[in-house]
Nanobody, 123 residues
């Protein structure tokens, strides 16, 4: 199983970025995909996830209304559209996968992880 994130970078406050997670070695229909982020010295935080069972989504309170997760089973990709970015969104963003129909923002349930992509929000 391989997960590869892309789309990170430097953006000004109020700007947007779109992250993408490309998966190989799994059948997307069977896996829930989550996005997490981590800053140095802090625990990894669940940002959003999309359930394999029905495509339902979950978001951390800190990103609700600003971030949108979406999946493309045909391409085996899950994107995270991030709008109205704030300096506190700065982190390394990771995508993760678990063979479960239920979504979760608990990092402990995920089995596979990407290497991460840096997002920096700064003027």
């Amino acid at each position: 199983v391989r997960l590869v994130e892309s789309g990170g970078g430097l953006v000004q406050p109020g700007g947007s970025l779109r992250l993408s997670c490309a998966a190989s070695g799994i059948t997307f229909d069977d896996y829930t995909i989550g996005w997490f982020r981590q800053v140095p010295g802090k625990e990894r935080e669940g940002v959003s996830c999309i359930s394999s069972s029905d495509g339902s989504t979950s978001y951390a309170d800190s990103v609700k209304g600003r971030f949108t997760i979406s999946g493309d089973n045909a391409k085996n990709t899950v994107d995270l559209q991030m709008n109205s970015l704030k300096p506190e969104d700065t982190a390394v963003y990771y995508c993760a996968a678990v063979r479960s129909p239920e979504g979760s923002l608990n990092q402990g349930v995920y089995d596979y992880w990407g290497q991460g992509t840096q997002v920096t929000v700064s003027s």
